[in-house]
């Protein structure tokens, strides 16, 4: 995949790109460059498929309906699409995290 960096719709100081795509499965996988303080969507949002979460530099905060998860360097959250749910930089500096959606 040749893709750019992109900025999903609602997202502060977030870059991504995609990293592969298996149609068939209903998989794909993205890198996210966050800045500190950056992150998204600005408002938790909510869909069918869920994101398995892996954290290589920094740190994420995951804001899931009114629960707050904190994902260190080398861990890893599975998030269920339909609960309410945003991602934060929650580092003082970037993070850089590997989303897996899972259709």
């Not at 100081?13 to 998989?27: D, N, Q």
Request: aromatic share 8%; with cysteine; charged share 25%.
């Amino acid at each position: 995949m040749d893709e750019k960096f992109f900025t999903p719709p609602d997202h502060v100081g977030f870059k991504a790109k995609k990293l592969f795509c298996v149609e068939s499965k209903g998989i794909d996988g993205s890198i996210a460059y966050i800045d500190k303080n950056g992150g998204g969507p600005t408002k938790q949002h909510t869909h069918e498929h869920n994101h398995l979460f892996l954290v290589t530099q920094g740190q994420a905060k995951v804001l899931l309906d009114d629960e707050v998860v904190v994902i260190k360097k080398d861990e890893s959250f599975l998030v269920d699409g339909k609960k309410p749910h945003s991602v934060w930089n929650d580092f003082d500096g970037q993070t850089v995290m590997i989303g897996i959606t899972i259709k």
